[in-house]
């Protein structure tokens, strides 16, 4: 992935969460991920996402990876 890429994904997954009034912590809590890599990766500023933090973001969600690459055009 390229640059643009992560932070196409962080702007999707913050409007995600904010359209659906999500705390970051409540998604933390949902993707058994830490709070600090929720803010990264909705800064746009993680490099190196790998597949399974992504998946597990999505099912915070209650959205497939797959859907989150074809509407980005990833």
């Known amino acids: 992935m ?10 999707y997954f913050r409007k995600l969460r904010q359209d659906k009034d999500i705390s970051q912590l409540k998604v933390c809590l949902n993707s058994d991920l830490s709070l600090d890599t929720v803010r990264i990766i909705e800064g746009g500023k993680r ?10 973001l999505s099912k915070a969600f209650d959205v497939k990876l797959w859907q989150v690459f074809k509407e980005l055009d990833i």
């Open 47 to 56: 490099k190196d996402l790998k597949l399974e933090t992504l998946s597990k």
């Open 2 to 11: 390229q640059a643009k890429d992560y932070e196409k994904i962080g702007k």
